[in-house]
């Protein structure tokens, strides 16, 4: 596994230097739920790969939370995009997501 992976999904930070201090309150708060959406997403995943709108409708959280997780599953390698671009709930496209061997 490459570097790029090293980072665990608890030590992956949830906001930038440069972001306002809302952003950064906002992200404190995220500390606190992020895990379970973490879990949701990889269980939605388990059942096949799919957009942000399929795997909101999966798991009940909304696309935005969903797409606010993806690059932080992605980054460590426990998701990866298919290639493919799906329809989504508002009809546009959106990037297909699968679940990894490092999700299980």
């Known amino acids: 596994m490459s570097d790029y992976y090293a980072e665990t999904l608890d030590t ?3 906001f930038r230097r440069t972001d306002p201090v809302t952003s950064k ?3 404190a708060d995220a ?3 992020r895990g379970e959406h ?3 997403i990889l269980e939605a995943l388990s059942q096949g790969p799919a ?9 009940g959280l909304g696309p935005h939370q969903i797409g606010k997780r993806l690059h932080e599953l992605a980054k460590c390698g426990r998701i990866a995009a298919t290639g493919q671009i799906v329809t ?6 959106e990037r297909e997501w ?5 999700s299980r």
């Open 12 to 14: 992956l930070p949830l």
């Open 25 to 27: 309150a906002a992200a």
């Open 31 to 33: 500390k606190t739920f």
């Open 38 to 40: 973490h879990a949701a």
């Open 51 to 59: 957009g942000a709108s399929g795997i909101a409708a999966r798991c």
């Open 88 to 93: 989504s709930a508002s009809g546009r496209g």
């Open 98 to 102: 699968k679940a990894t061997a490092a």
